[in-house]
């Protein structure tokens, strides 16, 4: 008897192609790492944290900024040395102080025209104004000239630096972090959930590096456009765009993979498994991302520089992201196959019928669509309601500007140094007014200035004086030196003079601020401008409301338009939107009780909430993409109540991984000491997680089921009351 045995049929043979393409994408991709990656030490030579630089030309202070320079020949940035003691200081005391100032001026990060030692009238304390060469490290300068001064100050004399230069060297320290701390949390925080999502080796890694080379290169390109000042980068933006990119890049990755292995099981080839995957994949990824550019873009109506760079910088990111999801990725998966998945390799399941799975019955997702089922109105309801309850804390939340001293959390010698100045000093010492006018208008000038409320000295800048400035009284420009000394001509350049009056309140103060606004009230149409340190926090926030208005709801449209287009209907983005919109409202209420009750900040950016909507509603709306894109697949098969249904169970993994790994990055910005980033990771992470958990899991399905086929009006598949039968095949 002759047994027939049945061989197993061969498994075709890899074409040259399948090595040689992905082996030449991963190259290209590596190739473009080698070189942006050696730049994330580099950034700070591109970049600028200084206020004045984010400014519209146009603005009071930006004109003033501007035509200070031809004032003086030096571009020095002021720094304020506070001598302050629990007792009085005596001679012996200010002469070791003035022997000590004397040598530190000396230091090669001095510029020249630093002022004497000038005692306060309480007799406890003294401030010397100090000019560091912009050209220098502002931090090391600072703390150079700190540290002389201390070394040399008599026993129980504290030495505090503060001003521009002082806050200038916090902000510079509290980014520091950016390029290593952060990134390196980021990148970890990822890794642990990826390891957990997966339980496997390779892939997290294979996740994590296309997250990593998507970064690099496009720092590669940010750093060479803001080299060529073709974009302005900041610490604030560096920090965004990475991030940004990262979380992106992992969750464009996840939703990849997540359909690679669903179509693993079903083909046994793993190169029509992945072209299945990529096709099915594309498309929400490229609307996915090219919302949060659309909504990114919008940024670039904004009047401040700091908030219409990063619109350009953040889409480049975003850009590489999808690039890198849909190109290397790929590559390393059809290299890899199911080896990728190793230990828990997708096993191939035939199907006779080539037809679609049945929905699952079982595990989280099953149960929870099997709720939304059977009570769909009650649940969007009562969603609807506690999402709306969270919304009420928007009253607390106060983003009107916070003081430059509080910029920066945690320990702080300029904040030190300047509440002690305002004890013993007029507060706004050495963070003067400047005020810009014609010479003719010297006089009246001078009159508003002296005789405003807040103020409590005024000067002229002078050649002819000493000091480079002469005070000015009622009775006229008032000569400085001993009797007999002519009287100073003030400096004139195009017919203006620029005056500067110091305050009795701290520049960044509330005070100082309704001071320079009653001033330019009491100057308007006179032809002169105020500028400094106060009318830069000024026309900053200003700028930062009028742009909150003008952005969000261009950007609502933008993001609804592009959801039209992608689910060929109106009723469902209009919906979505909503959703998002509501999801925003609470994450910022909750967020403004957060701040202002449980970590007590002082306040918020008004930027905070424009960006806090950029990227809740851009990101938030990709979650209901990922979801509404299949759910839209699968309705066309079995029919709308169905198709979401199939689609909340079949998305439901992959968007809530997607979701917490966006969150821990966006949490990561947490670990820089910088107000402005930790209020953002806040509102950004919650909202993420709000949006993923609630959003997307409970309030858009069942709103989804209630309202039917109807939900895709006016296309055809909201006529159609019959699905278009099952699909004979996965795409």
């Not at 009071?60 to 200081?89: H, K, M």
């Not at 670039?300 to 350009?312: K, Y």
């Not at 830069?536 to 200003?542: E, K």
């Given at each position: 008897?002759?047994?027939?045995?049945?061989?197993?049929?061969?498994?075709?043979?890899?074409?040259?192609?399948?090595?040689?393409l992905p082996a030449a994408l991963i190259l290209v991709w590596l190739a473009g790492a080698s070189f942006g990656g050696p730049l994330?030490?580099?950034?700070?030579?591109?970049?600028?944290?200084?206020?004045?630089?984010?400014?519209?030309?146009?603005?009071?202070?930006?004109?003033?900024?501007?035509?200070?320079?031809?004032?003086?020949?030096?571009?020095?940035?002021?720094?304020?040395?506070?001598?302050?003691?629990?007792?009085?200081?005596?001679?012996?005391?200010?002469?070791?102080?003035?022997?000590?100032?004397?040598?530190?001026?000396?230091?090669?990060?001095?510029?020249?025209?630093?002022?004497?030692?000038?005692?306060?009238?309480?007799?406890?304390?003294?401030?010397?104004?100090?000019?560091?060469?912009?050209?220098?490290?502002?931090?090391?300068?600072?703390?150079?000239?700190?540290?002389?001064?201390?070394?040399?100050?008599?026993?129980?004399?504290?030495?505090?630096?503060?001003?521009?230069?002082?806050?200038?060297?916090?902000?510079?320290?509290?980014?520091?972090?950016?390029?290593?701390?952060?990134?390196?949390?980021?990148?970890?925080?990822?890794?642990?959930?990826?390891?957990?999502?997966?339980?496997?080796?390779?892939?997290?890694?294979?996740?994590?590096?296309?997250?990593?080379?998507?970064?690099?290169?496009?720092?590669?390109?940010?750093?060479?456009?803001?080299?060529?000042?073709?974009?302005?980068?900041?610490?604030?933006?560096?920090?965004?765009?990475?991030?940004?990119?990262?979380?992106?890049?992992?969750?464009?990755?996840?939703?990849?993979?997540?359909?690679?292995?669903?179509?693993?099981?079903?083909?046994?080839?793993?190169?029509?498994?992945?072209?299945?995957?990529?096709?099915?994949?594309?498309?929400?990824?490229?609307?996915?991302?090219?919302?949060?550019?659309?909504?990114?873009?919008?940024?670039?109506?904004?009047?401040?520089?700091?908030?219409?760079?990063?619109?350009?910088?953040?889409?480049?990111?975003?850009?590489?992201?999808?690039?890198?999801?849909?190109?290397?990725?790929?590559?390393?998966?059809?290299?890899?196959?199911?080896?990728?998945?190793?230990?828990?390799?997708?096993?191939?399941?035939?199907?006779?019928?080539?037809?679609?799975?049945?929905?699952e019955k079982t595990g989280v997702w099953g149960r929870v669509a099997r709720a939304v089922e059977r009570r769909p109105r009650r649940?969007?309801?009562?969603?609807?309601?506690?999402?709306?309850?969270?919304?009420?804390?928007?009253?607390?939340?106060?983003?009107?500007?916070?003081?430059?001293?509080?910029?920066?959390?945690?320990?702080?010698?300029?904040?030190?140094?300047?509440?002690?100045?305002?004890?013993?000093?007029?507060?706004?010492?050495?963070?003067?007014?400047?005020?810009?006018?014609?010479?003719?208008?010297?006089?009246?000038?001078?009159?508003?200035?002296?005789?405003?409320?807040?103020?409590?000295?005024?000067?002229?800048?002078?050649?002819?004086?000493?000091?480079?400035?002469?005070?000015?009284?009622?009775?006229?420009?008032?000569?400085?030196?001993?009797?007999?000394?002519?009287?100073?001509?003030?400096?004139?350049?195009?017919?203006?003079?620029?005056?500067?009056?110091?305050?009795?309140?701290?520049?960044?103060?509330?005070?100082?601020?309704?001071?320079?606004?009653?001033?330019?009230?009491?100057?308007?149409?006179?032809?002169?401008?105020?500028?400094?340190?106060?009318?830069?926090?000024?026309?900053?926030?200003?700028?930062?409301?009028?742009?909150?208005?003008?952005?969000?709801?261009?950007?609502?449209?933008?993001?609804?338009?592009?959801?039209?287009?992608?689910?060929?209907?109106?009723?469902?983005?209009?919906?979505?939107?909503?959703?998002?919109?509501?999801?925003?409202?609470?994450?910022?209420?909750?967020?403004?009780?957060?701040?202002?009750?449980?970590?007590?900040?002082?306040?918020?950016?008004?930027?905070?909430?424009?960006?806090?909507?950029?990227?809740?509603?851009?990101?938030?709306?990709?979650?209901?993409?990922?979801?509404?894109?299949?759910?839209?697949?699968?309705?066309?098969?079995?029919?709308?109540?169905?198709?979401?249904?199939?689609?909340?169970?079949?998305?439901?993994?992959?968007?809530?991984?997607?979701?917490?790994?966006?969150?821990?990055?966006?949490?990561?910005?947490?670990?820089?000491?910088?107000?402005?980033?930790?209020?953002?990771?806040?509102?950004?992470?919650?909202?993420?997680?709000?949006?993923?958990?609630?959003?997307?899991?409970?309030?858009?399905?069942?709103?989804?089921?209630?309202?039917?086929?109807?939900?895709?009006?006016?296309?055809?598949?909201?006529?159609?009351?019959?699905?278009?039968?099952?699909?004979?095949?996965?795409?």
């Amino acid at each position: 008897m002759t047994s027939t045995r049945r061989s197993r049929p061969a498994r075709p043979r890899p074409r040259l192609a399948r090595v040689l393409l992905p082996a030449a994408l991963i190259l290209v991709w590596l190739a473009g790492a080698s070189f942006g990656g050696p730049l994330f030490g580099k950034v700070s030579e591109v970049s600028s944290n200084d206020a004045t630089a984010y400014l519209p030309e146009s603005a009071d202070a930006t004109v003033v900024r501007d035509a200070q320079t031809t004032f003086s020949d030096s571009d020095a940035i002021p720094a304020i040395v506070v001598f302050s003691a629990d007792g009085e200081l005596d001679p012996a005391a200010l002469d070791a102080l003035g022997r000590a100032l004397e040598d530190a001026v000396a230091m090669p990060e001095v510029a020249e025209g630093a002022s004497p030692l000038l005692p306060s009238e309480d007799g406890r304390a003294a401030q010397a104004f100090v000019p560091l060469d912009a050209e220098a490290d502002l931090g090391d300068a600072v703390g150079s000239l700190g540290a002389a001064l201390r070394d040399a100050a008599p026993e129980g004399v504290a030495v505090h630096v503060t001003g521009p230069a002082g806050f200038s060297a916090d902000l510079a320290a509290g980014f520091a972090g950016i390029d290593g701390l952060l990134l390196g949390v980021a990148l970890a925080a990822v890794l642990v959930i990826l390891v957990l999502v997966y339980r496997s080796v390779l892939l997290p890694l294979a996740v994590l590096t296309t997250s990593v080379f998507a970064l690099c290169v496009a720092l590669l390109v940010v750093w060479w456009l803001a080299y060529a000042d073709v974009l302005l980068l900041s610490g604030q933006t560096q920090g965004i765009l990475f991030i940004l990119v990262i979380g992106a890049a992992t969750d464009y990755s996840l939703l990849l993979v997540a359909r690679f292995r669903e179509e693993l099981r079903a083909v046994e080839d793993r190169g029509t498994a992945l072209g299945r995957a990529v096709r099915g994949s594309v498309e929400p990824i490229l609307a996915s991302g090219g919302t949060v550019i659309a909504g990114l873009l919008c940024l670039l109506l904004s009047d401040l520089r700091s908030n219409s760079t990063l619109g350009p910088v953040a889409a480049i990111g975003i850009v590489f992201a999808m690039l890198a999801a849909l190109t290397f990725l790929p590559a390393v998966l059809l290299l890899f196959g199911r080896a990728a998945f190793w230990p828990r390799r997708p096993v191939f399941s035939p199907r006779a019928d080539g037809a679609a799975p049945e929905r699952e019955k079982t595990g989280v997702w099953g149960r929870v669509a099997r709720a939304v089922e059977r009570r769909p109105r009650r649940i969007w309801i009562t969603t609807t309601l506690v999402l709306a309850v969270g919304c009420l804390g928007l009253t607390q939340l106060q983003a009107e500007g916070v003081p430059q001293s509080d910029l920066v959390l945690g320990s702080s010698e300029a904040r030190d140094g300047q509440r002690i100045l305002g004890e013993h000093f007029p507060g706004g010492s050495g963070s003067p007014v400047l005020a810009l006018a014609p010479a003719q208008a010297l006089e009246d000038t001078a009159d508003s200035l002296l005789g405003a409320e807040g103020v409590t000295a005024v000067t002229v800048v002078s050649a002819d004086s000493p000091s480079g400035s002469a005070p000015v009284t009622a009775d006229g420009i008032q000569a400085v030196g001993p009797p007999g000394t002519p009287t100073p001509e003030p400096t004139v350049v195009d017919g203006l003079v620029l005056l500067q009056a110091t305050l009795a309140d701290a520049a960044d103060s509330a005070a100082a601020e309704h001071t320079v606004r009653a001033l330019r009230e009491d100057l308007d149409g006179s032809g002169v401008l105020l500028g400094g340190v106060t009318a830069t926090a000024i026309d900053t926030n200003d700028a930062s409301i009028h742009d909150r208005a003008l952005i969000i709801p261009v950007v609502l449209a933008v993001i609804l338009v592009i959801l039209m287009l992608l689910l060929r209907a109106v009723l469902a983005p209009v919906l979505l939107v909503l959703t998002t919109v509501l999801s925003f409202g609470t994450a910022m209420g909750v967020a403004g009780v957060f701040f202002q009750h449980v970590l007590r900040f002082p306040g918020a950016d008004p930027a905070v909430p424009l960006y806090g909507f950029v990227f809740l509603v851009a990101l938030g709306i990709d979650y209901n993409i990922f979801l509404m894109t299949r759910v839209r697949e699968e309705s066309l098969a079995h029919g709308t109540r169905e198709g979401v249904l199939r689609g909340l169970v079949l998305t439901g993994g992959v968007i809530t991984s997607a979701g917490i790994v966006l969150a821990a990055t966006f949490a990561a910005l947490a670990v820089i000491p910088i107000l402005f980033l930790v209020q953002l990771a806040f509102i950004v992470a919650f909202g993420v997680l709000l949006d993923t958990f609630v959003v997307r899991t409970l309030l858009v399905p069942a709103l989804a089921v209630d309202v039917g086929r109807a939900i895709w009006w006016p296309s055809r598949l909201s006529r159609s009351a019959q699905p278009s039968g099952a699909r004979s095949g996965r795409s």
